[in-house]
């Protein structure tokens, strides 16, 4: 895909819609993967779809660290998060162009996700590498990609490349809007 371009902030409203759960429901893709006490990172969180799921199911004892590159969406998140009762289990995070900004959970994540985002990003190989940096063995990384603006071909080549950056890959669904992968860090 050529043209990368940012998701604008304003249309992450668009993102969070109760209605969205109609094709894509975070909590019935995320139950298998993500327990209580757990650390999950969610890259290019926007506006906290998948996040604040996460946090419910990570519990107290565990932390959900929401990285994305627009602090609009962090903000919104944020305060999402207040709203329900779950800032205790978010951290957001600010990230750089090329890079996440997540160097001190290197080997210490259980899970990260990446719904909607690596086809956004300018370097793929560098964002998928610093997620699979992250990861702890056994860790899992869930790809998620809309069939939008994102092909089946175009899926298929970023299912090889995740591969290439070390993860070995487990499973792949399609949903009404969009295309999964799940991988496993050796």
Partial sequence: MKDKHLFPWWAGYLLINPLRKLSLDPEKILVNYITEGMTVIDAGCAMGYFSLPAARMVGEGGKVVCVDLQERMLKTLRKRADKSGLSGRIETRLCAPDRLMIDEYSGKTD???????????????????????????????ILGEPKGPVSATHFLETVKLVAGCGLKHESSDEFRSCRTAVFRKP
Avoid: N, Y
């Avoid at 719904?115 to 190989?125: I, K, L, Q």
């Fill in 111 to 141: 899970v990260a996700l990446a719904f909607g985002v690596v086809h956004e990003v300018p370097d793929e190989t560098a964002f998928i590498s610093d997620i699979a940096h992250s990861l702890k063995p056994g860790g899992k990384f």
